[in-house]
């Protein structure tokens, strides 16, 4: 088996028709379809265990969050590639292709690849890869942009979004910790940042395909803002802590200090769920500060190298 595709699925039954549809269009065959559903309260499983029995289909009794889902998905699974997707994700019938045959005829050291994700109206960016700035702030490079082509000369990104994310899976398998590949403290929510940056740290490459096209009709999370706005603060804290290395925090400084107060200064008075993950981050400490070891450990590149990245 080429390639393995990794779906997440919650409450999806909306999306989940045009998602696998368009994996059976695809021109390149040689892959299989794992869906781990978490829960879903609706229809989502019964569509398809009655019209995609090709599926492979596991169970969660309830949401085990994106992490720990798609950790399952790809322990199960037995590409040389993993794709991850989203259900609210539409590929073009060349993704596929485009993403195999890049891999295969490029740098062996490329394990991440991101394509270029469309908006529904087919001409605005939603992600060509992923950017971290000097403040620590995670995005998408070329978000909410119109397409024109601007970034197709620009092969090189520090990580891939997990929406459509193509990695390597000798890649996975080398930054693993413990068997896990995306971390499951993040539940969901930058957590394709941390493996992107993990993978930068062991010396692994991001690429962008400009001809593997995907579409992102976005709706496929129920979460409210405010426990977005609870993950984005918890999960930030927690990727500096795990990959970030002392003197670039130092050199940084004057970008990301004064970001960090008065982002805590609002968000303590407007967001009570923030504490939460206040609480969280501190509980989490131990084991973060255990798989920090074992990535600095394993850390090939120069703090240069990293700071280049930022934006």
């Not at 322990?75 to 993704?95: C, E, H, P, Q, R």
């Not at 993403?99 to 109206?121: A, H, I, P």
């Not at 082509?149 to 979004?161: A, K």
């Not at 493996?195 to 490459?205: E, H, P, T, V």
């Amino acid at each position: 088996m080429k390639v393995s595709v990794i779906l997440v699925t919650w409450n999806v039954e909306v999306f989940i028709r045009q998602c696998l549809d368009a994996l059976r269009q695809q021109t390149f065959k040689d892959f299989e379809v794992i869906v781990v559903d978490n829960g879903s309260r609706d229809q989502t499983t019964s569509i398809i265990k009655e019209d995609y029995p090709e599926v492979v289909l596991v169970r969660n009794r309830k949401n085990e969050g994106f992490c720990r889902a798609n950790n399952r998905g790809i322990s199960l699974s037995g590409g040389d590639y993993i794709l991850t997707l989203n259900a609210d994700v539409v590929l073009d019938k060349g993704f596929l292709q485009s993403m195999v045959e890049t891999m295969e005829g490029g740098d062996r050291r490329m394990g991440m690849l991101s394509g270029k994700m469309l908006r529904q109206d087919k001409v605005t960016l939603d992600s060509t890869g992923l950017i971290l700035s000097k403040s620590r702030r995670f995005y998408d490079r070329g978000t909410e942009q119109k397409d024109r082509r601007q970034y197709n000369g620009d092969r090189g990104v520090f990580g891939v979004c997990a929406g459509a994310g193509f990695y390597r899976r000798a890649m996975l398998e080398d930054i693993s910790i413990d068997g896990e590949y995306f971390d499951d403290h993040f539940f969901f929510l930058g957590e394709d940042f941390d493996i992107s940056w993990r993978a930068q740290l062991y010396g692994w490459k991001g690429g962008f395909v400009p001809s593997a096209v995907c579409y992102h009709l976005r709706g496929s999370s129920e979460h409210g803002s405010k426990f977005r706005q609870y993950l984005s603060f918890k999960n930030r804290y927690l990727l500096m802590l795990k990959n970030d290395s002392l003197v670039n925090v130092l050199l940084t400084s004057p970008w990301w200090i004064p970001y960090d107060a008065a982002r805590l200064v609002y968000l303590f008075f407007t967001n009570r769920l923030v504490w939460r993950g206040l609480k969280e981050v501190f509980q989490a400490l131990p084991d973060i500060w255990r798989k920090r070891q074992v990535i600095k450990a394993h850390t090939v590149v120069s703090n240069r190298y990293i700071r280049e990245w930022l934006r």
